[in-house]
């Protein structure tokens, strides 16, 4: 049995992590820069060290994270997301010095890395892929031809690229051509490859994508689908579960589709499967993520299963605890990223202390968070500071239950997309859950929200709490 596991990561995921140490009666192991030494989960943690003086590069060392998790005794590794979480790198060095790894193998964290092995893999499989390239772009003569054969639009995407990095949008050949040596730098500069391909642009398709499960004995399982369509430039910003857009039928033959996937993959471990569907209702594979999401918790309020205390036994080498008929759910589950941005501002990054958190609580509300009052938040690392997942057994329900938890919600000192959220909630199509990916984009009324409360008060109700909580 696992016994201590080191996490390489920082902020709400190694939180997450921690409990499930916790609750599992497993030693946690902490990493932090100077820059984090004061952050949440190195409190929370069993044990916490110091990796650098450089707030960035500590979390992207491999041999040293390893070296540590060997030198603490811990026999796995949980990576996270973001950071090394992808990089085949770390799993081979955790194969080589005897830690456990928690995650696939690093041959298939390569190939679903490499969209262009990843689509030819499902395309064997029977999974339908969007129509674009069978391999690398080796000219401009040849994108303009292959956009010229599928029809603009079309996407130019870095072949190991990822987080809505390395994509350009060319509505034209002009365009496609300005694009090209754009999206080779953009490779290049963020993933370290000059390999590009081209897809067919699905024209503001719904994001679906499908969690699922895998063991070392053979058995694959889903844990349904999420709406990821409410995203900005790729990023996402609410996640839902079960997608309010598809039927049973549609349900069904999308979780088909993910379970095959992961078995042509070779998979193990937790991952997402991620499709677009376009306005006919037509699936196409979009990637692969090799890793625990942001949006897990989502999934897990829906079916009550913990996924990373089931990555902890899929990496012990136990099977799964359930069979797939066994995963039931039930009613409907929302999560908000919260970041530190400024909506108002083309949601500018708001770093800075935040002089009073309150979390929100009641019914069917779940806060992941790495803040806490008096906590700064550092500037150097992605503005998302917690996420709230609401669930309810019905939509209309969830709709309210989510304005009463972000309403609920108190980050004082920086500003957060609360309010954005806010506005979202009551947008008639989204409340009727007809939407797609193009949906921020086409309502930028959204951030002409105003501010409930004037500065002045909000300020002075802070000082307040805060000299009744002194005893003054």
């Not at 679903?112 to 030819?120: D, L, S, T, W």
């Not at 674009?132 to 870095?158: F, R």
């Not at 549609?250 to 088909?256: F, N, T, V």
């Not at 501002?345 to 509300?365: M, Q």
Request: hydrophobic share 40%; glycine share 8%.
């Amino acid at each position: 049995m696992i016994k201590k596991i080191l996490i390489a990561n920082r902020g709400e995921i190694a939180v997450r992590i921690v409990r499930a140490c916790q609750e599992a009666g497993i030693e946690s192991v902490a990493i932090y820069t100077d820059a984090d030494r004061h952050a949440l989960h190195v409190k929370k943690a069993s044990e916490a060290y110091n990796i650098g003086t450089d707030p960035v590069a500590g979390y992207l060392n491999a041999h040293r994270i390893v070296n540590l998790a060997v030198a603490t005794g811990c026999d796995a590794l949980h990576p996270g997301y973001g950071f090394l979480s992808e990089n085949p790198e770390l799993a081979r060095i955790c194969e080589r010095r005897g830690i456990k790894f928690i995650g696939p193998n690093a041959d298939v964290i390569r190939n679903m890395g490499n969209k262009i092995e990843a689509r030819r893999c499902m395309q064997e499989a029977g999974v339908p892929v969007v129509p674009g390239s069978d391999a690398n772009l080796t000219s401009i003569a040849e994108a303009v031809a292959l956009a010229g054969n599928i029809g603009y639009p079309v996407m130019l995407k870095a072949t190991s690229g990822g987080g809505g990095r390395g994509i350009r949008r060319c509505d034209s050949e002009p365009e496609l051509r300005r694009n090209y040596d754009r999206v080779l730098s953009e490779a290049t500069k963020a993933f370290g490859s000059a390999e590009i391909f081209l897809e067919k642009c699905i024209d503001r398709p719904r994001h679906i994508e499908v969690q699922i499960l895998a063991d070392e004995k053979g058995n694959v399982v889903h844990l349904f689908e999420r709406d990821c369509s409410i995203q900005r430039r790729h990023q996402k910003l609410i996640e839902i579960a079960p997608s309010p857009q598809l039927t049973e039928a549609q349900r069904s033959e999308i979780g088909d589709y993910a379970i095959k996937a992961a078995k042509a993959a070779g998979y193990q471990n937790a991952g997402t499967v991620e499709f677009l569907m376009n306005k006919d209702d037509k699936f196409y594979f979009m990637e692969m993520n090799t890793r625990l999401q942001v949006e897990h918790t989502v999934t897990e309020t829906i079916t009550g299963i913990d996924i990373v205390r089931e990555q902890f036994r899929i990496a012990d080498g136990q099977p799964l605890s359930f069979r797939q008929e066994q995963v039931q759910r039930r009613g409907f589950a929302m999560q908000f990223r919260i970041n530190a941005e400024d909506p108002k501002n083309d949601f500018l990054p708001s770093f800075g202390k935040i002089t009073r958190y309150f979390a929100p609580g009641g019914p069917g509300v779940r806060t992941d968070a790495g803040i806490y009052t008096g906590y700064t938040i550092p500037p150097y690392y992605d503005s998302m500071c917690a996420k709230i997942t609401v669930w309810a057994l019905q939509w209309e329900e969830l709709l309210n239950r989510a304005s009463r938890g972000l309403l609920d919600t108190g980050v004082y000192g920086v500003r957060t997309t609360i309010p954005y959220y806010l506005e979202v909630l009551k947008v008639p199509e989204f409340r009727a859950g007809e939407f797609d990916t193009g949906f921020v984009e086409s309502h930028p009324e959204l951030v002409n929200y105003k501010t409930s409360r004037p500065a002045r008060e909000l300020a002075a109700v802070v000082a307040a709490s805060l000299a009744a909580h002194a005893g003054y």
